[in-house]
């Protein structure tokens, strides 16, 4: 059976970009990464969130080979990051925590000191580079004249340089300003759609990432709780609707048997689109006085703090 | 091959794009030009020899300091400054990154000392002309062959010195305690070497300490502990390839988690 499933994907033209496969980190006594697996799929803005000490920066870590596993395996596109570290993490472009820099340098010598790393990238695709994060003006300055900005899109430049299929970013809005971190979340959702690069983000913050991503892995305490897509197309599917009305035990009766719960001045059902409109219908109908209609969606942080039953750092 | 190349590029252009790099080498041109200008009025029996031999014991002395710095530097810094991480996640192994960070020390090394011999030797021909080394050389050699043979065994000295922070610099990614350890040894080996001395033991033979300074053997007869050249190289190489297996073994391994 697990043979089948392996060769399946294998097979497939959908070959995860990242297999994790019970990945363990042991330090000392201490286990910092608790069995996890899971499979990166190609194409997509995968974010990766955990509250403070959950162990996404050591996960990211073993991924790019900067930290050994206690056991287990990762495969970048079917190479073992252990095993074959340098066909492995030549598919991979990664910022690790902030982008630091060689400072005494200038960006564009910065980008020639990576660009010499990998064989075949030339002046053009530097240039190319540096056009695409908006650095040209700045290039050929030193990057310790740099603000915080600048250098995380050095950061990005140096990154995507090699046209990797996989980039991975440790929390990469830490520090910016919104303008900079709505035009990072605009160029990943880019390279994600237009360039099938295979985005591998972390944060801690819920919310950027509910925008970010198609997908979010939970994990806490090193251990993977859950594996959710983020879904964008909302007003297909059924949502909870609450009504804001005057009498909600007479609303309940009145919608016998949709109502889902009562609230204090309000009630709670699972509706369609034209559903709230009959819905809303009946219970004017009825006498019923009706406030206000809205969906009580859940944001990802309610279901974050659903499934990680709160802030407890491990 | 080419590509290795590219590496050892990237590690030379690490160190030659600081200004400290050249602030260092100034150094060692400016003060043996201006010790000889100084001598040239100053001296009245002015020997080519003696000032070739003054300035290259004060300036090996000073690159010794210099190349320490760079070789504690070398993996701290990268440490430190947070960019290992984006150095060791491209498709090389850590053993190449290793060398090429080393093979770009010794470059340097040999680079400055190079220069430096070459400096003086013209400097002081053009200054005082050929003639007599009158007591700076010992008997029995040839000016020009002692002078060289002396840059050959400080080289190797301080070759050892350089690796043995690079070895620091690796295990404890302290650039600190790199430089202070390593110019401890440069230092204070004369000091330890003598108080070692006090002991008779046999295993201080392969003390370290008691093993710099080559040049001692250059002058004939005055062998040191009844040691000869060949032993005390030997002793070195012993460290020198501790040194760099330390450095190797450690750096491979390690957790980059800074």
Request: aromatic share 10%; net charge neutral.
């Amino acid at each position: 059976m697990e043979e089948d499933s392996v060769l399946e994907r294998h097979g497939g033209g959908a070959e995860p970009v990242v297999r994790l496969v019970n990945v363990t980190k042991r330090i000392g006594k201490r286990t910092i990464i608790d069995n996890l697996t899971f499979d990166v799929p190609p194409g997509e803005v995968f974010g990766f969130l955990g509250p403070n000490g959950s162990g996404k920066t050591t996960t990211i870590r073993m991924m790019v080979g900067l930290m050994r596993m206690t056991s287990g395996e990762i495969y970048i596109k079917g190479r073992s990051i252990r095993t074959e570290f340098e066909a492995a993490v030549r598919q991979v472009g990664a910022i690790v925590e902030n982008p630091e820099m060689y400072k005494f340098l200038t960006g564009y010598q910065n980008l020639v000191h990576y660009a010499r790393m990998i064989p075949g990238i030339g002046k053009r695709r530097i240039d190319e580079v540096v056009e695409l994060v908006g650095l040209s003006d700045r290039i050929h300055d030193k990057v310790k004249t740099y603000s915080l900005g600048m250098r995380q899109r050095l950061g990005v430049a140096q990154a995507i340089l090699h046209r990797p299929s996989l980039l991975v970013l440790d929390e990469p809005t830490n520090g910016l300003d919104p303008a900079g971190i709505r035009e990072l979340r605009d160029y990943l959702r880019h390279l994600a759609k237009h360039e099938g690069t295979t985005v591998f983000v972390s944060s801690h913050l819920l919310s950027e990432m509910e925008l970010m991503c198609d997908r979010v892995a939970i994990i806490q305490q090193g251990r993977l709780v859950d594996v959710r897509p983020i879904r964008r197309d909302a007003g297909a599917e059924k949502l909870e609707i609450l009504f804001e009305v005057d009498r909600p035990d007479t609303a309940s009766e009145v919608l016998d048997g949709v109502v889902l719960r009562t609230e204090s001045g309000g009630i709670v059902v699972t509706a369609g689109r034209e559903e709230t409109a009959d819905i809303n219908a009946r219970l004017v109908a009825a006498g019923v006085r009706v406030y206000g209609i809205r969906t009580v969606t859940k944001s990802l942080e309610d279901q974050f703090l659903e499934v990680t039953g709160g802030g407890r750092i491990g | 091959m080419a590509d290795f190349l590219n590496l050892v590029r990237n590690e030379n252009m690490k160190i030659y794009y600081r200004v400290r790099t050249w602030v260092m080498s100034a150094i060692l041109l400016v003060l043996p030009l201006a010790m000889s200008i100084i001598g040239r009025f100053v001296d009245d029996s002015p020997n080519m020899w003696s000032y070739v031999m003054l300035e290259s014991g004060l300036m090996t002395m000073l690159l010794s300091i210099f190349a320490v710095v760079m070789a504690a530097d070398s993996v701290a810094g990268e440490f430190s400054n947070g960019t290992i991480k984006l150095l060791l996640i491209r498709p090389w192994s850590r053993n190449k990154i290793l060398l090429s960070k080393y093979l770009a020390l010794l470059c340097y090394i040999v680079l400055n000392l190079a220069v430096f011999f070459a400096l003086t030797l013209l400097l002081n021909f053009v200054l005082f002309g050929g003639g007599d080394s009158g007591s700076s050389i010992p008997s029995g050699w040839s000016p020009f062959g002692y002078v060289t043979a002396w840059y050959g065994l400080n080289l190797i000295e301080m070759a050892v010195v350089a690796t043995m922070a690079f070895m620091i610099s690796s295990v404890f990614r302290s650039g600190g305690l790199a430089i202070g350890l390593s110019i401890f040894a440069l230092l204070g080996s004369g000091i330890i070497s003598s108080l070692l001395s006090l002991i008779d033991k046999p295993w201080i033979d392969y003390v370290l300490f008691m093993h710099f300074g080559l040049e001692r053997y250059l002058n004939a007869g005055e062998l040191f502990r009844g040691h000869s050249l060949g032993f005390s190289l030997g002793v070195l190489a012993g460290y020198y390839v501790l040194f760099l297996a330390l450095s190797w073994y450690v750096f491979n391994r390690r957790d980059v988690a800074s």
